[in-house]
């Protein structure tokens, strides 16, 4: 039996590679139960596997599409940029599971006759196929499709349908991206009746220009097109013109739909008119400059892998749009062609990524690369034209991408030359080519913002290897940004959005951002108690894995949006809402849109409270320009800190969202009130022989408890030492921190001073702390003076200097407090670099309710600008705490210690205490987890710090 997993060349036998349509020809799905057998090494079960007189009722069944991986065979495993294989091109080991799949079948009474074709969408990584024992072929390349002709081989009846996937094959050297290795066949398998004289490829090109639309529709065989709403009839080769037609955007995805009939054929056509150009170093799409507000997205489902359905395609797309996004890098392979079918209808711009990538020569110095080496060059172009052909009629695809952390080498330039000779209507990127001699942008990942900022100034120095001032040097200065990808989004983040989109929406070089990645990719379990869990690469007893790497995305592995999509949300909205004196100053941040498909309304609240509330009347408003509209009329005598809140919301449903669906909104403080706070009766305060706080009215506490330290986020803990914090952090002793009780002084009857110092065993470092606490008519009164001590800039750590990540102050209540009312910012968490989601107002949650379920835990549920907060509780006293003027806070049933000693979520349990952090300051969040360090604005530097707080019951 011929094997052909470790031949480098792509396929045999194959079909040439075309157009994904919908046509009313006869089509055979045929996924389902299908026969199964796993075998440890490349050659299967043996040659028997496609003889149809083989018996295989002792075969376990699968379930088609799927990876064997996720349906209870061998392992799935996850790499980040190694290979988990010997780098030995284009050779595997001999350890290498192999699934043997056999389908019966038979065709439907009346299949016509003429062609018949057999298509796989996707097959992971290489498929070896033969029908009623005769062999068609083979094919790599696993988010590509592939077809054999089978006419003459498919009969009415008693069909037999072999596959053999090799696990690993040559061309796994070239799909190295960050994720899950998952074999299999993964998408749908069908067959197609393919009539006589019937269309086998076409190519719609719908341009716009000034108002006007051309369009042509080329065939392999001569056909009609016709466009009803447009009274368009014409054939094929043919080029016509539309005086007036609506342009196709990702705002107002206008599509044309009509039919391509030949012969015994017709197919639906959807033609989106738009042009995209680069014209003066920006980026052009029908004529206007345009910016992706993007994300990457890997096809991911926690139970299923990349096998998705068109409903959870669906449930992407429109929590995508409910939350501004507008564009998707397809990271990093073409996705089911059916998600571009609903990108093309809901409105998405898409970059188009190839299914290349070779980050693991890395570990090799890019020796042997296969861009660079001649016998990959079939394997590598055929996976571009495959892409191309496949997906060249999607209106939504604006950008053709030729992989992704793939290195240099000759390769691109032919891929390059073949797309534009293929394709001249889309522009190309590639990022990792320090020339960007194929590259029509100019692109990077993860720069700081300072290295943003110079990029969007065209000041920015040329990549290493390239001489200033060279040709490609100047060329890559001309040409448009694009940022593929920033801000990751690995566990509690990510930070400092609202800053990376300011930057992006103020030089006219950059067309947009990726933030990586859209969605988290647990795979899901369930333990032996019957919980269920999302495993992550160290879950799986595999060397090398990428751990926790793989949990990076703005939704947890079941959709539930996570706080950075709340975040994103609102730091990429396409409106903005200011106030500037008596105005109301609304920016329309579209590309396209006037604002006419939304409403206005405003609120008026004073300490949170709702005191009146009406519409905004904002006149037209076109794409990119800014109208100014009175404030709404306000009864200024209110009483207290009033907050302006103004709402852009759909005026009508879409497609993604119903009509009143939050777009854009605004806050401002109107005046300088102070807000309100109630009489109160101190109570009597009761201290423990070392100064602590025991009681305060009827109420049994403990603390409070000097605290610089949390449980370290996914971002703390940083790729490498430049962003190595919560390291740091351990290496000084941040995270174990003793205390010391110093004097204690009653200067009056109503104060107590208590001075202590708190620094960890063997070290040097600390911090003074001194308490004075002052009975008063609104409750007592708590100052808190922290001063640093010691060697901050350990020498025995290479002159190691770290700065603490909390200054804040612990105390133990209770577990019988269950709620939260809070007036600061909220509902969500909220830090430094990560708040403008939160808005100003009152709100009340339970304890529970305030965990954010990171998939591993970390520092959550932070709340910043809290004006104060009351806990309460069955049978408890109504502890409040007024901040003077904020305080953040975090209320949770567990330490801090045990939240970082975690591995689940699960593992956290109630300690029978609610623990309350009431702090100066938290610091910033960032995306060091793969990403620049976090900015100096957002740390806490080692400085004397005093904030005061007032507790009463």
């Known amino acids: 039996m011929v094997d052909f997993h470790e031949d480098p060349v792509p396929g045999s036998g194959r079909r040439a590679a075309r157009a994904d349509f919908v046509s009313d020809a006869p089509r055979l799905p045929l996924n389902g139960r299908w026969r199964f057998r796993l075998s440890d090494t490349a050659g299967g079960t043996g040659p028997s596997l496609p003889d149809p007189a083989l018996d295989d009722t002792d075969w376990d069944d699968i379930r088609v599409p799927s990876h064997w991986v996720l349906e209870g065979y061998d392992r799935p495993l996850y790499t980040n940029t190694a290979y988990p294989f010997p780098i ?57 499709p592939f077809e054999f002709d089978v006419t003459g081989v498919v009969r009415p009846a008693g069909n037999l349908l072999a596959v053999r996937v090799q696990r690993w094959s040559s061309g796994s050297y070239l799909e190295d991206q960050d994720m899950w290795w998952l074999p299999g066949i993964f998408r749908d398998v069908e067959l197609l009746s393919r009539p006589v004289d019937g269309i086998d490829d076409f190519t719609v090109r719908a341009s716009y220009r000034d108002g006007s639309g051309t369009l042509s529709v080329t065939a392999d065989v001569p056909g009609t097109v016709e466009i009803p709403e447009l009274g368009l009839v014409f054939g094929t080769g043919e080029r016509v013109t539309i005086d007036r037609v609506e342009p196709w955007s990702a705002e107002r995805p206008r599509l044309y739909r009509g039919t391509l009939s030949a012969a015994g054929e017709t197919i639906e056509l959807a033609a989106g008119f738009r042009t995209v150009e680069i014209i003066g170093g920006r980026l052009l799409i029908n004529g206007v400059p345009v910016l992706f507000r993007g994300v990457n997205r890997h096809e991911h489902d926690p139970d299923r892998g990349r ?32 998600f571009l079918r609903l990108c093309d209808e809901y409105g998405l711009w898409v970059v188009d990524e190839c299914d290349i990538e ?50 240099a080498g000759a390769a691109f330039g032919d891929i390059e030359r073949y797309i534009r000779h293929r394709d001249p209507t889309r522009p190309l990127h590639y990022e990792r080519d320090p020339s960007y001699r194929h590259s029509d942008f100019h692109s990077l990942m993860y720069p700081s913002l300072d290295d943003l900022e110079r990029i969007g100034q065209r000041k920015e120095d040329p990549p290493e290897g390239v001489l200033p001032e060279s040709d490609d040097d100047v060329r890559r200065r001309g040409l448009p940004f694009l940022l593929c990808e920033y801000a990751h989004a690995m566990g509690n983040g990510p930070g400092s959005l609202a800053d990376y989109q300011a930057i992006l929406e103020s030089y006219e070089r950059f067309c947009g951002a990726f933030v990586w990645e859209w969605i988290d990719h647990g795979l899901a379990e369930v333990d032996s108690l019957g919980r269920r869990y999302y495993r992550h690469g160290g879950d799986i007893g595999y060397q090398p894995n990428g751990e926790r790497f793989c949990l990076d995305g703005l939704l947890f592995p079941d959709r539930t949006p996570s706080p950075g999509l709340g975040e994103l949300r609102k730091a990429i909205e396409p409106v903005g809402i200011a106030v500037d004196g008596g105005f109301v100053v609304v920016t329309n941040k579209y590309d396209v849109l006037s604002l006419g498909h939304l409403a206005f309304r405003w609120r008026a609240e004073v300490d949170g409270v709702l005191e009146d509330e009406g519409t905004l009347t904002v006149p037209d408003c076109p794409a990119r320009s800014v109208v100014r509209v009175p404030l709404p009329a306000l009864d200024h005598g209110f009483e207290g800190e009033v907050w302006l809140t103004v709402e852009a919301v759909l005026a009508e449903a879409a497609r993604w969202a119903p009509a009143g669906h939050v777009v854009a909104f605004g806050q401002a403080r109107s005046g300088s009130g102070a807000h309100r706070r109630p009489a109160r009766a101190p109570g009597r305060a009761v201290f423990s ?62 104060t107590i001073v208590v001075r202590g110092r708190s620094g960890p065993a063997t070290r040097t470092l600390g911090f003074r702390t001194t308490y004075t606490y002052r009975r008063r008519d609104d409750g007592l009164h708590l100052l808190i003076e922290a001063d640093p001590v010691g060697d901050w800039d350990d020498t025995a750590y290479g002159h190691l200097t770290v700065s603490p990540p909390r200054m804040g102050v612990r105390f133990a209540l209770p577990g019988g407090y269950s709620e939260v009312t809070w007036f600061g910012r909220g509902p ?107 900015p100096e604005r957002y740390r806490l530097p080692v400085r004397r710090y005093t904030w005061s707080m007032t507790l009463s019951v």
């Open 828 to 934: 969500g968490e909220s830090y430094a670099d990560s708040h403008a989601a939160a808005r100003v107002g009152r709100y009340t949650a339970a304890i529970d309710a305030l965990q954010t379920p990171y998939l591993v835990p970390q520092e959550n549920g932070n709340h910043v600008e809290t004006r104060w907060l009351e806990l309460s509780g069955q049978g408890l006293p109504t502890l409040r705490v007024d901040g003077e003027p904020h305080l953040d806070f975090t209320a949770r049933r567990w330490t801090s210690e045990a939240l970082r000693a975690a591995r689940r979520p699960h593992d956290l349990t109630d300690s029978g205490r609610v623990w309350l952090n009431l702090d100066h300051a938290q610091q910033g969040i960032g995306s060091a987890s793969c990403g620049p360090a976090l």
């Open 88 to 144: 030995d091109p284009p050779y595997l080991p001999d350890d290498n599971a192999t699934g043997d799949y056999r389908l019966r079948f038979d065709l439907p009474s009346g299949w016509p006759g003429g062609r018949t074709v057999l298509r796989f969408q996707g097959v992971d990584s290489c498929g070896t196929v033969w029908l009623n024992g005769e062999l068609l072929g083979h094919s790599k390349g696993s988010r590509l």
């Open 307 to 338: 096998s998705l359905d068109r409903d959870t395609m669906i449930r992407d797309i429109e929590l995508m749009k409910r939350h501004n996004v507008n564009a998707v890098r397809t990271a990093h392979y073409p996705p089911h062609p059916e």
């Open 358 to 407: 070779t980050h693991g020569f890395i570990y090799a110095g890019w020796e042997g690369n296969p861009p660079g080496e001649p016998m990959w060059r079939d394997a590598l172009l055929d996976r571009a034209r495959r892409m191309v052909e496949r997906d060249k009629n999607h209106p939504s695809v604006v950008v053709w991408s030729l992989g992704n952390e793939s290195g």
């Open 689 to 750: 022989a070392d100064g602590r706080l025991v009681r305060l009215g009827d109420l049994e506490l403990d603390g409070p408890v000097f605290d610089v330290w949390r449980a370290p986020t996914e971002n703390d803990r940083g790729q490498g030492p430049r962003n190595a914090l919560a390291a740091d952090w351990e290496a000084v002793g941040l995270d174990r921190f003793l205390h010391r009780r110093g004097e204690i002084e009653r200067p009056d009857g109503d």
